[in-house]
């Protein structure tokens, strides 16, 4: 699994962090999101997904391997 | 009822996609359908007014999936033809184009229209902000237009008012609450709005309805307040909130009353769910029926529908959410804010406009305020979770 953040769609809900707070965090300064790691172990990936679906910004792009 | 082996999506924006997304995720692999009024893939609605309405972004940019992504969901897409009418106890949507889809589980989620006001569907230059094909014809207008008025204070109309002034435009804000998003935001914060747009050059016109529209041959030509005052436009944006698409829905036997009636569960009926800003549910932390209309329910609501098609039984009781960007400023609300309710600022600083504030009503947290501080606000948003989400799933 890859995953890509897109920083300029990002409304900085902080959604993502609430369902996989491994994965994803947010800036402290403009809580626009950051990813902590882009190929995720694979007990994260249905976090992953989820937080993918459920982010109001459409800002995260899961690839799958 | 057995799990169901075909699910019928009505409406193919975020809360529709979202069920779906969500329904794939969880294990089904029945047929999956979703009916789109609109001709265009699922799409984001937020960035309307905002990214897509200045041109920062070609509409392409609020697509809200890229099209491999939504092709690995094996669903059918039937777009461009709107839902007619719905026969409940044979769960089958009949489209405009006279298509039948019969489905053993059915999710609504047809979303608002733009409420509009009397005489706008005659006259040019009038315009709401709902769909993308309304987005774009609005920013070609606002490109040739040099006075806009924006007839609503809520979050779509302060949104549109920021976007005018991003682009120039002599930007005046009609509304009858005393301040912008008095509704959402509460007297105080709603008050802070109020100055940031003034300090930005919006006229706010605030406090007062709107009687009509003033028109000159065929075109819009101000907007005519309560007051008798006459406010001149060269476009008018009217965002006075938008009423359920359940017209559709009109003998289906469905119970809609300012949404589509729904249990705990978001169920309307045997089989029939309703998920977004059509669906009227039971929410169990508030003890009362609530429609939210945002994007981030739009998609929890979907996940929570998916997993009771697949037999969770669980009530939805999530942690309300918005945020809205205008200007520099990116204010979002955790929970609710109540009338009469307490601000307590419990982070950051209101004159440097980055700050996070705390609402309680009779002691008891209720919403969570964030100006500009969207982590710190998030990392506040359990004060309001322990109220609202009791231990009910």
Same mark, same amino acid.
């Given at each position: 699994?890859?995953?890509?953040?897109?920083?300029?769609?990002?409304?900085?809900?902080?959604?993502?962090?609430?369902?996989?707070?491994?994965?994803?965090?947010?800036?402290?300064?403009?809580?626009?999101?950051?990813?902590?790691?882009?190929?995720?172990?694979?007990?994260?990936?249905?976090?992953?997904?989820?937080?993918?679906?459920?982010?109001?910004?459409?800002?995260?792009?899961?690839?799958?391997? | 009822?057995?799990?169901?082996?075909?699910?019928?999506?009505?409406?193919?924006?975020?809360?529709?996609?979202?069920?779906?997304?969500?329904?794939?995720?969880?294990?089904?692999?029945?047929?999956?359908?979703?009916?789109?009024?609109?001709?265009?893939?699922?799409?984001?609605?937020?960035?309307?007014?905002?990214?897509?309405?200045?041109?920062?972004?070609?509409?392409?940019?609020?697509?809200?999936?890229?099209?491999?992504?939504?092709?690995?969901?094996?669903?059918?897409?039937?777009?461009?033809?709107?839902?007619?009418?719905?026969?409940?106890?044979?769960?089958?949507?009949?489209?405009?184009?006279?298509?039948?889809?019969?489905?053993?589980?059915?999710?609504?989620?047809?979303?608002?229209?733009?409420?509009?006001?009397?005489?706008?569907?005659?006259?040019?230059?009038?315009?709401?902000?709902?769909?993308?094909?309304?987005?774009?014809?609005?920013?070609?207008?606002?490109?040739?237009?040099?006075?806009?008025?924006?007839?609503?204070?809520?979050?779509? #109309?302060?949104?549109?008012?920021?976007?005018?002034?991003?682009?120039?435009?002599?930007?005046?804000?009609?509304?009858?609450?005393?301040?912008?998003?008095?509704?959402?935001?509460?007297?105080?914060?709603?008050?802070?709005?109020?100055?940031?747009?003034?300090?930005?050059?919006?006229?706010?016109?605030?406090?007062?309805?709107?009687?009509?529209?003033?028109?000159?041959? #065929?075109?819009?030509?101000?907007?005519?307040?309560?007051? #008798?005052?006459?406010?001149?436009?060269?476009?008018?944006?009217?965002?006075?909130?938008?009423?359920?698409?359940?017209?559709?829905?009109?003998?289906?036997?469905?119970?809609?009353? $300012?949404?589509?009636?729904?249990?705990?569960?978001?169920?309307?009926?045997?089989?029939?769910?309703?998920?977004?800003?059509?669906?009227?549910?039971?929410?169990?932390?508030?003890?009362?029926?609530?429609?939210?209309? $945002?994007?981030?329910?739009?998609?929890?609501?979907?996940?929570?529908?998916?997993?009771?098609?697949?037999?969770?039984?669980?009530?939805?009781?999530?942690?309300?959410?918005?945020?809205?960007?205008?200007?520099?400023?990116?204010?979002?609300?955790?929970?609710?804010?109540?009338?009469?309710?307490?601000?307590?600022?419990?982070?950051?600083?209101?004159?440097?406009?980055?700050?996070?504030?705390?609402?309680?009503?009779?002691?008891?947290?209720?919403?969570?305020?964030?100006? $500009?501080?969207?982590?710190?606000?998030?990392?506040?948003?359990?004060?309001?979770?322990?109220?609202?989400?009791?231990?009910?799933?």
């Amino acid at each position: 699994m890859k995953v890509t953040v897109d920083e300029d769609k990002c409304c900085g809900a902080g959604t993502c962090v609430l369902v996989a707070p491994d994965v994803f965090d947010q800036r402290d300064e403009d809580g626009i999101v950051m990813l902590l790691d882009e190929a995720p172990a694979a007990d994260q990936h249905d976090a992953v997904r989820e937080a993918a679906s459920v982010c109001p910004a459409a800002a995260i792009l899961v690839a799958e391997a | 009822m057995s799990l169901p082996a075909s699910v019928l999506v009505v409406g193919a924006s975020a809360g529709g996609l979202s069920t779906t997304e969500a329904l794939r995720r969880k294990g089904f692999d029945g047929r999956i359908t979703l009916l789109g009024g609109e001709r265009h893939l699922p799409y984001d609605r937020p960035p309307l007014s905002k990214q897509v309405l200045s041109g920062a972004w070609e509409p392409d940019r609020a697509q809200l999936r890229p099209e491999p992504v939504l092709q690995a969901l094996d669903a059918e897409f039937v777009l461009g033809d709107p839902a007619a009418g719905l026969d409940a106890a044979s769960r089958t949507v009949r489209t405009a184009s006279g298509r039948l889809l019969e489905a053993d589980a059915i999710v609504i989620a047809t979303g608002v229209r733009a409420r509009t006001l009397p005489g706008q569907g005659e006259l040019a230059g009038v315009h709401t902000v709902r769909t993308l094909d309304d987005a774009v014809a609005l920013r070609a207008e606002l490109a040739a237009s040099r006075r806009l008025v924006v007839v609503g204070d809520g979050v779509l #109309g302060a949104e549109v008012a920021a976007t005018g002034r991003g682009l120039g435009l002599d930007v005046t804000l009609a509304g009858p609450q005393s301040v912008p998003m008095e509704s959402q935001f509460g007297p105080w914060a709603g008050g802070l709005l109020g100055e940031f747009h003034a300090e930005h050059g919006v006229g706010l016109r605030l406090g007062t309805g709107v009687s009509g529209l003033v028109a000159e041959s #065929g075109r819009v030509s101000g907007v005519r307040l309560e007051t #008798g005052q006459e406010l001149p436009a060269d476009v008018v944006v009217v965002a006075i909130g938008g009423v359920p698409a359940t017209d559709w829905l009109a003998g289906s036997g469905l119970t809609c009353e $300012n949404g589509v009636v729904c249990d705990d569960r978001c169920r309307a009926a045997d089989g029939i769910w309703a998920v977004g800003d059509v669906a009227r549910w039971h929410h169990r932390g508030l003890d009362a029926p609530l429609r939210l209309e $945002n994007r981030t329910n739009a998609t929890q609501q979907g996940l929570a529908v998916a997993s009771n098609i697949l037999g969770a039984d669980a009530p939805y009781s999530p942690v309300p959410y918005f945020w809205t960007d205008q200007y520099d400023a990116k204010v979002m609300v955790h929970g609710v804010v109540p009338a009469g309710a307490e601000a307590e600022v419990v982070d950051g600083d209101v004159a440097s406009r980055r700050f996070v504030a705390l609402f309680r009503s009779h002691g008891v947290a209720r919403g969570v305020l964030g100006w $500009n501080m969207p982590k710190q606000t998030r990392l506040h948003r359990r004060e309001v979770a322990d109220v609202l989400t009791p231990a009910t799933v």
